[in-house]
């Protein structure tokens, strides 16, 4: 199956200049008014034509990428039946108007296409807040190079590094092609022996001990001391990159539920911002006294008592 790469002759690397050195070549070459009875010059002109309008266009060839050439050229097909409609109006019957909707990305809550191979990376929670660099893996059954006929298969193990960018969140994704970094060999291959296969890598979170997810909470424990949350101060908080300080009022009762509001994990563009942290205080309670620190306790019972009776 001819793509549009394979229309114009030329590399899926090509630049913007080779792409349009190769479409003047060819139009020049099969250009109606020098063949205008022969059908098959004006396909083959319009072909040209297609594959010209979406790789000379950086956002349409990136989406060429995304979908796939069936996929994309049926919806290319679509758009520019609904477009051709609705120019008088300059409107589309969504509202949009036809420049908009033509070509327009999902967005990214509606998830990597069906057809798409999907390979995981897994960060910790705290690696959400970074640029990282992860590795990836992916395995898969290609011929024996020793086989003739191509029955024999054997399995190809690669490894490779992506770059994930700060602010992901659980089941983000990207195109392999914009986050790939180091060696591209797996991609360069990818590309000759499947053109038309998408890969997109899907972000993964690990849990973090002590901490519960709940959407995008997080829950967790803290132990204070008796006299902290009588008399009040500062503690310290396990957080997501680290501890957080906290002035807990005096007079707080054990079990009792704080919020830290943009604390939890980072949500998606469409909702902003990040989650909150939800921290459960326990009080702790010493096993053993020092002479002086029994000396105060009893002394302070004792105060205690007479005052209340």
Known sequence: MRNYYDILGISRDATQAQIKA?????????????????????????????????????EKRKMYHYYGHEAYRKSYH???????????????????????????????????PPQSVRI????????????????????????HPDSVSHLRFQEKNWKFQVKIPSGSYDHQFFLLEDVICGSREFLEFQRRQNPDKLFVIIVLLRDKPGFIRQGYHLY????????????GGLIKIPGLSGEILFDV?????????????????????KMGGRGDLYVKLHIRIPQELTIPQLSAMLKLREVMETEEG
């Open 220 to 231: 967790t424990d803290c132990t204070v001391d008796f006299h902290t949350l009588v008399l």
């Open 249 to 269: 009022p005096a007079g707080t009762t054990p079990e009792q539920k704080l919020r830290l509001t943009g604390q939890g994990l980072i949500r998606p563009k």
């Open 120 to 143: 995981a990376v897994w960060l910790e929670l705290s690696e959400t807040l970074e640029t990282v660099v992860k590795d990836a893996y992916f395995t898969e059954r290609i011929p």
């Open 22 to 58: 190769a479409y003047r070549k060819l139009a020049k070459l099969y250009h109606p008014d020098s063949n205008p009875d022969d059908q098959k010059i004006k396909e083959r002109f319009q072909e040209i034509q297609e594959a010209y309008a979406v790789l000379s266009d950086p």
């Open 78 to 112: 679509a758009q520019y039946a609904s477009h051709s409609r609705s120019e008088a109006s300059g409107e589309t019957r969504d509202g949009h108007c036809g420049a908009c909707a033509h070509g327009r990305k999902p967005s990214e809550e509606e998830g990597p």
